[in-house]
C-alpha cells in the first residue's frame, strides 16, 4: 500500500480516505512514471464534492477553492502528473521556496536532504509511524466531534490556518 494515490481528510463522521484509481489496480507494479490514472471512474468529481462538504465551513476554504478547483475539473493520465500538480498547488498556497528535482528515473528519492526508498511511503500504520508529536495542532472543522485528527492531508492545515499554516510547519 502506498499513499502515492491517496489523500485522508476528516469529515463530519470520521477518517475519509480519497484514493485516485489507477490502472492495474492495487497490485500496480510499474515505476511512477509510468502509472496511468483510471479515468473511467469519476474519481475527480467524487474528490472534490467530499472536499466541499467537508471544508464549506472551514475558514479559508473559499479562499482557497478557486485556484484549487480547476486541477479537479482537468484530465490527468498519469498519477505523477497529478502529484506534481497538486504538490506545486501546496507550494504556492504556502509560499514556500523549494525547489523541485524529479526523479523518476530512480528508485531512490532525496527529498529535504533525507533519502527515502521505495518501502519509505509504505507503513503499517501511518498513524503509528508518523511522528504525531512534532505535528503541529490546530482548529479543524470536525474537532468538537472526532477530536484533532493528526496526519491528515495539507490541505487540512490550508482550509483551516490559511496563510498562518506555513508558520505552523516551520
Known amino acids: ?97 523549494v525547489e523541485l528535482k524529479l526523479a523518476l528515473e530512480q528508485q531512490v528519492v532525496e527529498t529535504a536532504g533525507v533519502k527515502h526508498d521505495d518501502g519509505y511511503m509504505k507503513p503499517a500504520n501511518y498513524q503509528d509511524r508518523l511522528f504525531c508529536s512534532q505535528l503541529p495542532v490546530y482548529a479543524q472543522v470536525f474537532q468538537d466531534r472526532l477530536g484533532f485528527q493528526p496526519n491528515v492531508s495539507i490541505a487540512d492545515l490550508i482550509f483551516n490556518e490559511g496563510n498562518k499554516s506555513r508558520a505552523l510547519l516551520v
Not at 493520465?77 to 504556502?94: A, G
Request: hydrophobic share 40%.
Open 1 to 97: 500500500m502506498s499513499f502515492q494515490n491517496r489523500m485522508i481528510i476528516p469529515a463530519a463522521n470520521g477518517l475519509i480516505t480519497l484514493s485516485v484509481p489507477l490502472k492495474g489496480g492495487r497490485e500496480n507494479k510499474e515505476l511512477l512514471r509510468e502509472v496511468l490514472i483510471d479515468n473511467s471512474q469519476r474519481w475527480q468529481v467524487r474528490h472534490w464534492r467530499t472536499i466541499t462538504s467537508a471544508y464549506k465551513r472551514s475558514p479559508w476554504f473559499e479562499f482557497y477553492e478557486p485556484s484549487l478547483q480547476p486541477l479537479y475539473h482537468q484530465e490527468y493520465n498519469l498519477l505523477h502528473e497529478w502529484n506534481l500538480d497538486i504538490l506545486r498547488w501546496v507550494i504556492s498556497q504556502l509560499k514556500a521556496e
